[in-house]
Each structure stands twice: as C-alpha cells, then as structure tokens.
C-alpha cells in the first residue's frame, strides 16, 4: 500500500509506518531512543556515571603501604682524610704529583707563629682574585686535616690534594694545620705551598672558617685537563 492510495491521513501514515519499523527492527528502535535519551542528559548527570563507574572500578583496591618504600639519598662526598691519604701512599704508592719536590730547608730556616696570618700569592694575581681568597667568597673545593700526622704524613698528604683538586679542575681548597705552641705542621705548610708550581696562592682563612689554624690555597686551572671543557 503506498502514500497515494491510502485514505489515511498524513499524521495516520507515519504513525503506521512508525509502527511498522519498531516490530520489523525492535533493536534498532531501542538504540535511537537510548542514544536519544543520553544525548538528552546533562551534563551533570554524565559526570555522577562516570564517577560511579570510576567507584565500581576501584573497589577492593587498598592504599599502597609507604613504610616500605626505600628512600634515595643523594651521596655525600666524603672529603679526604690526611693519615688516610699517607697511608694509601705508603702502601701503593704516592698517585701521580708531577714529580714535584718539596724541600723542608725553608722551613726550618723561617718558622712562623702560632697566632700568625698567612699570606702569599704570586707577583702576577689580580688583586681583587686575592681579596676574595682572603676574605672567604671563593668557595673550597676540597679539604684535608693535618691533625695528628708526622710531618712526611703532612707532606704526602698536600701533594695528594692538590693533585686531587686538579684532577677534577678545581682551584680552591682549604688545608687545616692547627695551631699549636710550635706550629711545626703549619711552618711546613707555609714552606711547602710557596714552593708548588701549581700554588697562586694562600692565606689564612677567615675566622669562621678555621682562622690562623688553616689556609685557604688558591691553585692554576688545568689546561689540559678535559673536565675543564
């Protein structure tokens, strides 16, 4: 039956044909009115089923445990220790310091006081380079304690780091002799340092950082060195 022979009215026909197609495809019918219900819902409601499906997902999972999580600690560097350092030297060898010699003749002929500032730099320094060591702003790279080691124990120690410090192309570090009634470590240590190539300079640090009983060594960059790139 067609449109054209039906004496049905317009309204009558698509109710027919409506009706019609709901009991041919019931499936398809059922899916338009979901689809058209859904895209009716606010949206409000889409999120309250989204949070109700994120619900039902999550049950029965449990809050993981953070005792036994481990931590990460960021490694310290441990500074070097002077009797350490003699000692490695004396069982392996001293490391590699350029064959550089120091004499203990200017020593014993210029023995410095307990309470005495250091000072020394080379003729060529910039001035304000040396007020800086001076006054502390240039920051240690390393630093070792002379305290309780002979005076060949001392000697081994220095080379050693201030080969350190070149190694890893740093110019600054920080040499505790103490300051004892003789001042034997820190005569030596003033002797030593003026006659090292590598030494621009050195002078008593300030006072918070060890005043008259430690020095503050100013050293050459390394050229050659690849980490200075």
Known sequence: MSKSDSSLSK?????????KKQITNPHSSALEQQSKQKS?????ENEEDDADLFRKQMQGVQKMETSNIAKFEKSVKKKPNAQVLAKRA??????Q????????????????GSQVALSYRIATLQHRVFEDLKAGNLRWFEAVDLHGCTIEEAR???LQIIQIAKDENQNVLKIVHGKGPDAILKTYVNSWLRQHRDVLAFVSAPEKQGGTGAVLVLLKRTEKNPKSK
């Open 40 to 44: 009716q819902a606010t949206p409000l």
């Open 90 to 95: 004396a069982a392996i060898g001293p490391m």
């Open 97 to 112: 310091t350029d064959d550089t010699e120091l004499s203990d003749t200017q020593a014993m002929l210029n023995p410095v």
């Open 11 to 19: 309204d009558q026909f698509n109710l027919l044909k409506a009706f």
């Open 156 to 158: 081994t120690a220095v």
